[in-house]
């Protein structure tokens, strides 16, 4: 499978403080961003009107091949100066046909800079790009006749059709529907609804996109399979117009069913619960829980979190089983042979309860905690897990844990 990412959420069910909690984001949530100010603005400009220079914070160490010199590096155009997203790179990438691996070599500045100064641009040179008003950060570069979509309208049509936990994050819109058939799916003796997730795009980068999605009913833990294999892309036609973007959004509404998707995201749910999570798998999932912040109350030299704690000691005591000091001397083909205490249905219930009751996406650390744990969920159930079938379909635990957290957040 391609790269992959995955987003978990949970808004019924559970106890009764996390449900009030997650009612509130529901109810709130689309409100909130129509009236917290973001705005958007384009700007119109050919690509040789763009200087790129690096502002004090500018570290050179990381000038090269890393995302941590993105916010330090302005962007002067039209007699304002801006900062660069991600996004910005990428397009900028696309439209001037080089490998966003050529910052690996260069810093974004010395690319762009090159680019634009020994490259010889006409109309083909002339780009609309997207700010984000409230940041000064630019989104994706794309071409003047790109269809974008109107940021309030679409607010209202998720709103409209139904949308919670609706967010927003570097020039896209994501939120959760319910299907209208509202099914009921069994995964071992678990109850799940089927769920979708939408993400559109406000700066005419990339095509809206729909992402299957499962909910844990008993805890109200919920994964979107956020990769090639479960998405579905929304055609929005080529030529600048948002009113027929959004008409394609609200066709897609009325009429989206993927039904051998959700059979095959679910196959691969009950292969997790026969399949025991590797000590490769358990090792890449605790690099994410290790960005968790250890309470400020720890007395504890390791300073660790409460969620890394706990997943490390379901998955054993993996140091004295295999006789090392420190896992990482083994490669990762002698750890992909290798076994936890844990089923891998275990660890992604045990990883979407900590994304959906114990980080909160509105902060800054616990939303890039929840990007990475989403992308290793996601990259997990898409394709062969390492030690795949290996409990017999009898032997399958049919116990399941309602919450690995009780109540007073311990």
Known sequence: ??????QLIGLSGG???????????????????????????????????????????????????????LANTAIEFNGGTFFPSQRFWTSFCAKVGV????????????VLNRTVMNSHFSESGNVRVIEDC???????????????????????LVDRKGGYDVRYKDGIISAMHSLESDLDVKVGAEDFKQRI????????????????????????????????????????GKKDSSCDVEFALERMYDSYSNDEGFDALIRRLETARR??????????AQRFLARIPAPKDDISPLKISKELRKFSNMAGNLHSKYGLASLQQMSDKQMSLLETDMTVYEAVNFMTEVTSHR???????????????????????????????????????????ELYFDPSNN
Request: proline share 4%.
């Open 1 to 6: 499978m391609s790269n992959t990412n995955t």
């Open 15 to 69: 106890t009764p403080g996390t449900q009030k909690k997650l009612a509130v984001m529901k109810e709130n949530r689309v409100s909130d961003l129509l009236k917290s100010g973001v705005r958007f603005k384009e700007h119109f400009l050919h690509l040789e009107d763009m200087i790129a220079r690096p502002t004090a914070k500018y570290d050179k160490k990381y000038g090269r091949g890393s995302k941590k010199n």
């Open 99 to 110: 490998g966003t691996n050529i910052f690996n070599l260069f810093s974004q500045a010395e």
């Open 134 to 156: 409230q940041s000064h950060q630019l989104l994706a570069i794309t071409e003047p006749t790109k269809p974008v979509v109107d940021w309030a309208s679409v607010l209202k």
């Open 197 to 236: 997730s939408v993400h559109i795009p406000i700066d005419g980068y990339g095509a809206p996109a729909v992402y299957l999605a499962l909910m844990r009913q008993v805890c109200s833990n919920g994964m979107v399979a956020m990769s090639k294999a479960f998405k579905t892309s929304i055609n929005v």
């Open 275 to 284: 399949s025991k999570l590797s000590v490769r798998e358990f090792e890449h």
């Open 359 to 401: 980080l909160d996406p509105r902060r800054k650390i616990d939303n890039t905690v929840i990007e990475g744990i989403q992308g290793w969920v996601g990259s997990l159930v898409s394709k062969s897990y390492d030690l795949e079938n290996v409990i017999d379909l009898s032997d399958a635990k049919s116990e399941f844990t």
